[in-house]
């Protein structure tokens, strides 16, 4: 599962430096109203970006925060153009259009524009799939299902993600023109800034759709939650959960400030792991790697498995290994007996196999599937069994469970 591709002439992939997008604001309605750029100063600023170290400029003529004034489609295009006038064959960098809407799109396209990127993953505009296939540009989507960013939670994301992947693919769009965006930000009143630590933590599962991921998390408010600081002053924040994305696997880091992020960007993408692929002739090997069983079906439909089919091995995917301790040895031989039994194993004391000693502790190593089966079983022993499979059950469940993370 590795991301090795080509947008408009930009490598982007796992075994390539990550990229800096920066933000050419054309719109005064901006949370961070110091990033608003005037058309006289595009250039200028666009050329100091690029210098600075951004491969991609995103122009964006429309405000996507919740509570600022909407505007026409019309005004939008009237900011976006002339700018894109200016920058066209002057700048060396991929332009990149941020508009929910066809028409502008298509106008932007015309004028320059190489990639447009969607906040509402084409569920705005049932059209803009039909024009993003006609000009075989790339795309950026985000998460979305009914308005911008609504997805709460990884689980939520990766779904929303793969239904909007399936509708682009069906409308006839290359799938290997597609970035993919998880929607960190307050987009909803519903999601809280938990959502988007979620998103960070858990932003490596995102690999399982072998495509480059951006994220675009520059000043968000989850930032200003945790320092208690307005956006002119998050940028230390930002930086730090930049560095967080691309050693997670980010591609493209979006900011309003572009030479302190490119700085970011290397050093954590240096430190950041490569994926483990061999290949020789026609074949290659990889690692897959999923934390969750969700991941896991995506994974095997993509690869032709049948949806029943997916769900019945999903379980089979993830493998744990859990500590349990102050055992007594009974307890742990039938454990560790038990898990055997299911394809698992279970590791203890040499002096517990021997009845040497009273008291042990277990490592259990198995998949969901084996360990669920593993504490079904132990409801119905005696001794302190059912509680330990209760326990079981819980540690489980709290290892993914968004509240238990967050609100603990």
């Not at 002053?233 to 050693?247: D, M, T």
Request: with cysteine; net charge negative; aromatic share 4%.
């Amino acid at each position: 599962m590795v991301v090795d591709t080509d947008i408009c002439g930009m490598k982007l992939g796992d075994q390539y430096p990550s990229h800096v997008m920066g933000v050419i604001n054309l719109s005064p309605e901006s949370f961070y109203e110091s990033s608003v750029v005037s058309p006289d100063s595009a250039l200028e600023i666009a050329l100091k970006m690029v210098k600075d170290g951004a491969t991609f400029l995103d122009l964006g003529g429309r405000s996507t925060w919740r509570f600022s004034e909407p505007v026409s489609r019309k005004e939008e295009l009237k900011r976006l153009l002339p700018v894109l006038e200016v920058l066209e064959g002057n700048v060396d960098a991929v332009i990149s259009v941020d508009t929910m809407f066809s028409e502008i799109a298509e106008e932007a396209l015309k004028k320059g524009a190489q990639v447009i990127n969607d906040v509402s993953g084409f569920t705005a505009d049932p059209r803009m799939i039909e024009v993003v296939a006609d000009y075989g540009c790339p795309a950026v989507v985000m998460a979305s299902n009914k308005v911008p960013g609504d997805p709460l939670g990884m689980d939520s994301i990766i779904g929303s993600l793969d239904s909007i992947i399936q509708a682009a693919e069906a409308g006839g769009i290359n799938p290997e023109k597609l970035i993919l965006d998880p929607a960190i930000g307050r987009w909803t009143d519903e999601k809280l800034p938990i959502y988007d630590f979620e998103t960070l933590d858990d932003f490596e599962r995102l690999k399982i759709f072998e495509k480059p991921l951006l994220a675009a998390l520059s000043r968000k408010s989850f930032i200003g939650d945790v320092l208690e600081k307005p956006a002119t002053e998050r940028l230390y924040g930002s930086l730090a959960a930049a560095a967080i994305a691309v050693y997670k696997g980010a591609h493209i880091i979006r900011t309003h400030d572009v030479p302190e992020t490119s700085d970011v960007v290397k050093l954590s993408g240096t430190l950041r792991s490569r994926p483990s692929v061999v290949r020789e002739g026609r074949y290659e090997v990889s690692v897959v790697e999923v934390k969750a069983p969700q991941d896991a079906a995506i994974v095997m439909r993509k690869l032709g498995v049948t949806g029943i089919g997916s769900q019945v091995m999903q379980n089979k995917s993830v493998h744990l290994m859990l500590k349990i301790r102050n055992l007594t040895t009974t307890e742990a031989l039938i454990i560790k007996q038990e898990m055997l039994a299911r394809g698992g194993d279970a590791a203890l004391t040499r002096d517990a196999v021997s009845h040497e000693t009273e008291m042990t502790d277990v490592l259990v190593m198995g998949t969901l599937l084996q360990l669920g089966r593993l504490a079904r079983k132990l409801e119905g022993q005696a001794r302190s069994l059912p509680l330990i499979a209760e326990m079981i059950r819980e540690c489980i469940v709290n290892r993914s469970d968004l509240e238990y993370r967050y609100l603990r």
